[in-house]
């Protein structure tokens, strides 16, 4: 990726990620391959933890974590890419209700994009959010019951990846020994420190090296659904 940050600011970003504690059957964060790490995005961009606000950690079992989301209120649900930090090969997204089997969700198109942003967007602000290809849209209607989303890339011919790790490992095999490819957040406002109610933060990793910012995602007018219950 060839871009001119600021020494001072690449230092910064890359900063460790794994110094942080985190719950003993919790996926370990990677380092960003000089690219700006998933606890600084989080903490910079949003005044967020990457463990103390994590909303769906792994307690016991990836299959056990939190994925699904519904409806919070009256209007439509707005799923949307905010910063693009993985292959620039197409990335696409979507949402899914659960099918019959884990192997079979009932996947839904909804946007595309072609970019990738550098350590430098993050700094300026410039090339932020992806463009999206023409034909995408970002808000859609799946009903009152529990739904999940999804992510992937044209890169790699499988099935992407899912809130919902039991899915993952169902229907992609290249990621079935580690499934749990989405990290949930509580959307804050930095400025105010405030929780913005219904809306939620979703670092994707649909690669292997598990730095969880490969596509950054907000969902809005949704409540993120407790499947222990």
């Known amino acids: 990726m060839a871009h001119t940050p600021r ?25 960003g391959p000089m690219e700006p790490n998933w606890d600084v995005i989080l903490k910079e961009r949003y005044g967020l933890s990457m463990f103390d606000d994590l909303l769906n950690p792994v307690k016991t079992t990836p299959e056990a974590t939190p994925g699904l989301f519904k409806r919070a209120g009256s209007g439509p649900i707005t799923y949307t890419p905010v910063i693009a930090l993985g292959l620039v090969t197409t990335t696409r997204g979507g949402w899914y209700t659960p099918g019959p089997s884990d192997k ?36 859609f209607d799946p009903g009152d019951a529990p739904f999940g989303v999804w992510a992937g890339n044209d890169g790699f011919t499988d099935g992407g990846v899912y809130t919902q790790p039991q899915v993952v490992a169902a229907v992609n095999q290249r990621l079935a020994k580690q499934p749990y490819k989405a990290m949930i957040y509580p959307n804050k406002d930095k400025a105010t420190g405030k929780i913005i109610p219904h809306s939620y933060l979703i670092g ?10 490969d596509v950054v995602c907000r969902i809005d007018n949704v409540d993120l659904v407790d499947e222990s219950k």
Do not use: C, M
């Open 7 to 31: 020494i001072a600011f690449v230092a910064f970003f890359l900063l460790s990620a794994s110094s942080y504690a985190q719950t003993p059957k919790q996926p370990k964060v990677a380092p």
């Open 104 to 139: 079979s969700p009932n996947k839904h198109d909804l946007w595309s994009y072609t970019q990738r942003n550098t350590t430098e967007d993050l700094q300026t602000g410039k090339n932020l959010p992806p463009t999206l290809a023409e034909g995408s849209k970002t808000s």
């Open 204 to 213: 994707w990793e649909y690669s292997t090296n598990d730095d969880f910012q």
